[in-house]
């Protein structure tokens, strides 16, 4: 790729650091953009462990953050110089050599191009199916997802917490990645609910942070109507795909585990309520609603009780 083809801009980061901004010229972006499709298309079919949820369409960080409700222990890990790690032998087995050619600049996809984020997702990959292997082999009961560079691993015992943390250290090292040491956290829901991709978690579901009503709080305050609304929109934690145009007809979630169709035996669902009080079981993945032909999934407030009773199983978790 020639230098003319993007400039360089330097975005502080705080503490006399840097972050390095490639931002591509008209032609190139449109040209990298030409990619989009195929990247997609490509991580949805080689993540077979459904652990990306970053940059993919009907995914975003509720649904990372969705997986781990109902779990004890969360350590969240996050990987160091992430974008600046991916070589291109990270993917020479994924995507074409044209993409490749494409999409690296001096050995790596860097940041502000296009197609970054899609292909450090799939960077990763080999590095996540060998994470969650070792962890089986270990019997470590589990829930592995990570959010581009950040990792979020739960479980219920706490005994594996440094098993958990040198697995992860030592297979992202065998690949070429390294951790922040600094970023990474422990949490229990002993302390409270555990914080996921900024999004708070409990056996009840998901929550906007004390930290995200501050600043809804602070917005209020300096009249910054703008900010005002994207946060409140973000407080309400909203499923991909699930944006009414009524603002009060927002998706919640309101299942304190995930469970499967008792009818069809699907699994990875959820139960949700939308405003005012419309239940029904959803697919904690993707976030589509769950359609069974036995079952019409909007129930009333007492079905939905008794359901969560009468199902309220953690199987699909293992």
């Known amino acids: 790729m020639e230098i003319e083809e993007y400039k360089i801009s330097k975005i502080p980061k705080g503490k006399n650091s840097f972050r390095l901004l490639y931002i591509p010229t008209p032609t190139l972006k449109k040209k990298l953009q030409s990619h989009l499709s195929y990247l997609q298309y490509k991580n949805l079919e080689l993540d077979e462990h459904r652990t990306c949820h970053a940059f993919l369409k009907g995914r975003n960080c509720v649904t990372n953050a ?32 044209e ?33 969650i292997e070792f962890l ?6 589990h829930r592995y997802t990570r959010y581009a560079d950040d990792i979020s691993i739960s479980f219920d015992d706490e005994r594996a917490t440094g098993r958990i943390i040198f697995i992860v250290n030592s297979v992202l090292e065998s690949y070429g990645f390294s951790v922040n040491q600094k970023k990474t956290k422990i949490q229990s829901k002993e302390n409270g609910r555990i914080i996921i991709t900024g999004i708070a978690i409990d056996k009840n579901g998901l929550f906007p942070t004390r930290k995200t009503k ?11 109507i703008s900010s005002v ?15 009414p145009k009524n ?5 919640r979630i309101v299942g304190k585990t995930l469970v499967s169709c008792m009818h069809c ?54």
């Not at 050619?101 to 199916?129: E, H, K, V």
């Not at 501050?214 to 910054?224: F, G, L, S, V």
């Not at 994207?230 to 991909?240: D, I, T």
């Not at 603002?247 to 998706?251: E, H, L, S, V």
Request: with cysteine; glycine share 4%; hydrophobic share 35%.
């Open 265 to 318: 035996n699907q699994s990875n669902l959820i139960w949700a309520e939308q405003y005012p009080g419309r239940t029904f079981l959803v697919n904690s993945e993707s976030g589509s609603r769950h359609k069974c032909k036995f079952l019409n999934a909007i129930l009333s407030q007492r079905d939905l009780m008794t359901q969560l009773k009468k199902w309220g199983t953690r199987t699909s978790f293992l």
């Open 99 to 131: 993409v490749i050619q494409d999409c690296f600049i001096d050995g790596a996809p860097r940041q502000g191009l296009p197609t970054s984020p899609l292909l450090s997702n799939l960077a990763l990959l080999d590095a996540d199916a060998k994470i």
């Open 247 to 251: 603002p009060k007809r927002f998706i």
């Open 66 to 97: 969705l997986q781990h409700v109902g779990y004890n222990y969360c350590v969240s890990m996050d990987i160091k110089d992430f974008f600046d790690s991916v070589r291109p032998h990270h993917v020479e087995n994924k995507v074409s050599r």
């Open 229 to 243: 609304r994207g946060l409140e929109e973000w407080a309400k934690c909203k499923l991909p795909n699930n944006t």
């Open 136 to 141: 089986n082999q270990f019997r470590v009961v």
């Open 214 to 224: 501050r600043k809804i709080r602070a917005a209020y305050h300096q009249k910054n």
